[in-house]
């Protein structure tokens, strides 16, 4: 596989395109943000004056945006990105978005002899610069196949959820549940420490019991339990509570449309949307701990 382009160099772009560059790939990367082109620039990376320059001699096209907006305008507004890539190339986007609203970009595609993969990823900001993502991707099974090294470049599992659309729609039962699982051992931890138990202690108990998850074992909301998480480090960094809410907030949409009954969802989303309703949508979505203790982030 030739040469790659990378649209979006935030919090998960970036180390995911320096994975890329470390994976023996040649890069080429736009972005908004000036600095963010710079670094990557310095990391090796080919910096492009526009999404277009981008790609316009890419064999694959990756992006990786805050929301649908930002993609459909990527792929078929000013960012012209089908207007300029040659025929047959392998567009992937890895942003969180609408299921229908890839399906659509998808659709656009094949009306231009090109391919689309929707793969968003999980793994978090740690898993991006690990190299440990995990995509799910929605398209063609060839497509994936086709993908499948530089997505491994990126990440350590590689899956095909189904047809377009079908990655978004894997992504956000994963992260429905994710919300639910981090609020059930924040609420946890909470009882234990309020009736004096160590919160290290019974998260031990906990992790070699029924109630062991993914938080307990690797993303401990309680501050101090975990290094390198980022309870331990005031809430910062990592999946932002404003993150949680939106793609709850998709997921509550397609619970609607299918009539499907999701009232834990409901209700992780209710949570996380008054959270940071008190001004903590910029920390990391551990901190519903803090939430639940009736306390405002940094104060």
Same mark, same amino acid.
């Given at each position: !596989?030739?040469?790659?382009a990378?649209?979006?160099?935030?919090? /998960?772009?970036? #180390?995911?395109?320096?994975?890329?560059?470390?994976?023996?790939?040649?890069?080429?990367v736009?972005?908004?943000?000036?600095e963010? $082109? *710079?670094?990557a620039?310095?990391?090796g990376?080919?910096a *492009?004056?526009?999404a277009?320059?981008?790609?316009?001699?890419?064999?694959v096209?990756?992006?990786?945006? #805050?929301?649908?907006?930002?993609?459909?305008e990527?792929?078929?507004?000013?960012?012209?990105? /089908?207007a300029s890539?040659?025929?047959g190339?392998?567009?992937?986007?890895?942003?969180?978005? *609408?299921?229908?609203?890839a399906?659509?970009?998808?659709?656009?595609?094949?009306?231009?002899?090109?391919?689309?993969?929707?793969?968003p990823?999980s793994?978090?900001?740690?898993g991006?610069?690990?190299?440990?993502?995990?995509?799910?991707?929605?398209?063609?099974?060839?497509?994936?196949?086709?993908a499948?090294?530089?997505?491994?470049? !990126?990440?350590?599992?590689v899956?095909?959820?189904? #047809?377009s659309?079908? +990655?978004?729609v894997?992504?956000?039962?994963?992260?429905?549940?994710l919300?639910i699982?981090m609020?059930?051992?924040?609420? &946890?931890?909470? $009882?234990a420490?309020?009736h004096?138990?160590d919160?290290?202690?019974?998260?031990?108990?906990?992790?070699?019991?029924?109630?062991?998850?993914w938080?307990?074992?690797?993303?401990n909301?309680?501050p101090?339990?975990?290094?390198?998480?980022?309870?331990?480090?005031?809430?910062?960094?990592?999946?932002?509570?404003?993150?949680m809410?939106?793609?709850l907030?998709?997921?509550?949409?397609?619970?609607?449309?299918?009539?499907?009954?999701?009232?834990?969802?409901?209700? *992780?989303?209710a949570?996380?949307?008054a959270?940071? &309703?008190? +001004?903590?949508?910029?920390?990391?979505?551990?901190?519903?701990l803090?939430? $639940?203790?009736?306390?405002k982030?940094?104060?």
């Amino acid at each position: !596989m030739g040469g790659v382009a990378f649209i979006g160099l935030g919090n /998960m772009g970036a #180390p995911m395109a320096a994975n890329l560059l470390r994976g023996g790939y040649e890069t080429t990367v736009f972005d908004l943000v000036p600095e963010a $082109l *710079a670094a990557a620039e310095e990391a090796g990376a080919r910096a *492009a004056g526009s999404a277009a320059e981008a790609v316009a001699d890419a064999e694959v096209v990756i992006s990786m945006l #805050p929301a649908g907006e930002h993609v459909h305008e990527l792929y078929l507004g000013s960012g012209q990105v /089908m207007a300029s890539v040659r025929p047959g190339t392998l567009l992937v986007d890895c942003s969180t978005i *609408a299921a229908d609203a890839a399906r659509q970009v998808a659709a656009a595609a094949r009306e231009r002899s090109l391919r689309f993969l929707d793969a968003p990823v999980s793994g978090g900001v740690g898993g991006a610069r690990a190299g440990t993502l995990t995509f799910i991707c929605g398209g063609e099974a060839a497509d994936v196949e086709e993908a499948r090294p530089v997505l491994a470049a !990126m990440g350590k599992n590689v899956f095909h959820a189904g #047809p377009s659309g079908a +990655g978004q729609v894997g992504k956000m039962c994963n992260n429905m549940l994710l919300a639910i699982q981090m609020i059930g051992t924040a609420e &946890a931890l909470n $009882l234990a420490d309020a009736h004096g138990l160590d919160p290290a202690a019974v998260s031990d108990i906990m992790k070699a019991s029924s109630g062991s998850n993914w938080a307990l074992q690797v993303y401990n909301p309680y501050p101090g339990v975990m290094d390198g998480v980022p309870a331990s480090n005031g809430y910062q960094g990592g999946f932002l509570v404003d993150l949680m809410v939106k793609d709850l907030g998709l997921a509550m949409d397609m619970a609607g449309s299918s009539h499907t009954a999701t009232p834990l969802g409901a209700a *992780a989303r209710a949570l996380y949307t008054a959270h940071s &309703a008190h +001004g903590n949508g910029g920390y990391d979505f551990s901190s519903i701990l803090q939430f $639940l203790r009736g306390g405002k982030l940094g104060e």
